[in-house]
């Protein structure tokens, strides 16, 4: 699956679902905080 950041800065909605879901979300490279993900899946877990 190929990730991308939206030109308004924010995070695809495919890269938050897998994030939550804990599935895998792809290339990540093009994100400007790619952090942001991993702070998602660790709210998930706690």
Do not use: C, F, T
């Amino acid at each position: 699956m190929s990730v991308y950041q939206k030109p308004d800065k924010k995070l695809s909605h495919h890269v938050i679902r897998a994030a939550y879901l804990g599935e895998d979300a792809g290339d990540l490279s093009a994100l400007e905080n790619p952090n942001a993900v991993e702070e998602i899946q660790q709210h998930k877990k706690g």
